[in-house]
């Protein structure tokens, strides 16, 4: 149990100039080093201790993900916090009780090895700037919790017993109807198979596909959660270069002629914002089909276009069945749904039926139904274009601060689509920090600033921040701007 009547965060009990959050991390760090907080201990819930203590939820959450990063404390899905079982190497091993092994350092598999090693920043947070964290205030959750009233007063029999390894049959409808109209994508319901989020999608992908050792063309610098769902599966990811017209295929078939699959995304690339061109997306088409290989496309916020209709997808240019489209909600309606599908060839759909059925079985069915409805009553595509009119004024506050306060700092270039925006490091900022070292006083300042070096798998060839402005109103951009000019000048 965590004795909060002897945390003091009086200013006067320390450094007066030290942020809120840092006096917290402090006293957590030393009750965990002498033994006050022993190994496996559960710490209260973010809320309860921000309550118990009179502090902002943030400032709790900030001083827990420090100490989280640096290896004090562990989060367990859906179980909380807790103090770890092994301090950081320089520090020692954690007090805890006698038990048989303590100390022995646990035997990793290669592929536990290659998971563990993959940094993958998640930027998942309500504080500025957080990347992929959508408009909470502007999701019309009032008539949510209606649709899924709606679904669960008084629900079939069958609804709440049966689950399809496919997924909700109207929600599989819905969704194949709503990509064919705004994305171009050809399916039937039937090539949609509901997952738990595009992770989940990924992982299944290389299940059915890859055999262990098989390597993968991924996106360089790119998304790390590919990289760790295809390294779950005992794939190899391979970096490839991306650079204007999106990856290079030719380079990376060139460097390994044996890749069976490319993972990428064609309508805006994550984090750089590139969109491939007709000319590779063709080529990459064609690559596929000469090797026999596949094409993952990850379609994560395609329908955040700002100028003009949404670009068609990949999917609708393939001609051969080498395309295995993947998208999801987390961006567009809120990150915890956790729902998102795949798209399928014909050929393929009994082999990832089946393979769902035995490693998963089907996704959570509470929020299936009322999504289906969400979808078919319109509101879904009503509420995008709502935030497409948000996110660009949005993107237009953070441009318009940045210009004001971080001139000589950061280098910001607008985009036409997306829900972040690339800061590059200005020359006289980048000769006294890297972007980690940037991000890291960001951070000590309570603003999120993942650096654009963490997405790269090999050694960075740009620096610079990756600025979440989607989640944010002016005001708060506003007064992020001034605090991470402040933090970066410090």
Not at 341 to 369: C, E, G, I, K
Request: charged letters at 20%; a neutral charge.
């Amino acid at each position: 149990m965590l004795p909060t009547a002897v945390i003091n965060l009086d200013p006067a009990a320390g450094d007066p100039a030290q942020p809120l959050y840092r006096r917290l991390y402090d006293q957590l760090r030393e009750m965990i080093l002498d033994g006050r907080l022993v190994a496996g201990t559960r710490l209260p819930a973010s809320r309860t201790l921000a309550g118990d203590l009179g502090l902002s939820r943030n400032t709790v959450s900030l001083a827990f993900e420090q100490l989280v990063a640096e290896g004090y404390l562990s989060t367990r899905q859906g179980a909380g916090t807790y103090v770890s079982s092994a301090l950081p190497e320089a520090e020692g091993p954690l007090p805890a009780a006698p038990r048989r092994g303590r100390g022995r350092r646990p035997t990793l598999s290669r592929r536990g090895r290659a998971l563990s090693e993959i940094d993958r920043p998640r930027g998942r947070d309500t504080v500025p700037f957080a990347a992929g964290q959508p408009a909470l205030d502007a999701f019309p959750f009032a008539l949510w919790a209606r649709l899924l009233s709606r679904s669960w007063r008084a629900p079939a029999e069958r609804l709440a017993a049966v689950g399809e390894p496919g997924g909700y049959a109207p929600l599989r409808t819905a969704i194949a109807n709503y990509l064919g109209t705004a994305r171009g994508v050809l399916c039937a319901p039937e090539q949609v198979i509901v997952v738990s989020g595009a992770q989940q999608a990924i992982h299944l992908t290389a299940q059915v596909l890859l055999d262990p050792g098989d390597a993968v063309l991924v996106e360089e610098p790119g998304y790390a959660g590919i990289r760790g769902a295809l390294a779950a599966a005992g794939a190899t990811p391979v970096p490839v270069d991306v650079d204007a017209q999106g990856l290079a295929i030719g380079q990376g078939a060139r460097a390994t002629p044996s890749a069976r699959m490319v993972c990428v995304a064609p309508s805006h690339q994550h984090p750089l914002g590139v969109v491939m061109s007709l000319p590779r997306r063709l080529e990459t088409l064609d690559w596929a089909e000469a090797h026999d290989a596949w094409v993952l496309e990850d379609d994560y916020d395609s329908e955040y276009r700002y100028a003009g209709r949404p670009l068609a997808a990949l999917q609708g240019l393939d001609r051969s069945e080498r395309v295995i489209y993947v998208g999801s909600f987390s961006k567009v309606m809120y990150p915890t749904l956790r729902l998102g599908y795949l798209v399928v060839p014909v050929s393929l759909v009994t082999p990832f039926l089946a393979a769902r059925a035995v490693l998963d079985d089907h996704a959570s069915m509470l929020a299936q139904p009322a999504l289906a409805q969400f979808i078919a009553e319109g509101h879904f595509a009503s509420h995008l274009r709502r935030m497409r009119a948000l996110y660009a004024a949005r993107q237009q506050a953070l441009l318009a601060a940045a210009a004001d306060d971080l001139d000589g700092l950061l280098h910001l270039t607008p985009d036409e689509a997306g829900m972040h925006l690339l800061a590059e490091l200005a020359p006289p900022l980048a000769r006294r920090l890297d972007d980690r070292a940037a991000a890291a006083q960001a951070t000590a300042a309570g603003i999120i600033a993942v650096p654009l070096s963490a997405f790269y798998a090999g050694p960075a060839r740009r620096q610079g921040l990756v600025l979440g402005y989607a989640g944010f109103d002016a005001a708060r951009l506003g007064d992020a701007v001034r605090g991470l000019r402040m933090a970066l000048t410090a």
